[in-house]
């Protein structure tokens, strides 16, 4: 499969590494779209779509669980109608994924 998709032979570790990476991308990809879709208006969406059965919440300002997470970004929505976000750059690390962004 790799071997046709970049047109040159490669190891098993190639191989291995090739994996990892486009690992990385999507998850990358996934907390993009899911902080975008959240902080866009669509905080429900975005829970149903990249969520699995539990969010545990790191913001001691907002509440753990699916529902404070809902909660936050709609609050967010009235206080700041007009807010806007700038992604800066995106960290994965096997299965964590950090954001930098700016917020306005």
């Known amino acids: 499969m790799f071997n046709h998709l970049y047109n040159f032979k490669v190891s098993k570790v190639q191989k291995i590494d090739i994996f990892i990476i486009m690992n990385l991308k999507k998850h990358k990809e996934h907390a993009i779209a899911f902080y975008r879709t959240s902080y866009l208006v669509q905080p429900e969406l975005a829970i149903e779509k990249y969520v699995d059965k539990e969010y545990i919440q790191h ?17 967010m929505q009235e206080e700041y109608p007009y807010k806007s976000i700038e992604f800066v750059r995106c960290i994965a690390e096997e299965n964590l994924v950090a954001l930098h962004t700016h917020q306005t």
């Open 59 to 75: 913001n001691p300002e907002v509440a753990n669980g699916k529902l404070g997470f809902i909660d936050y970004f709609n609050r």
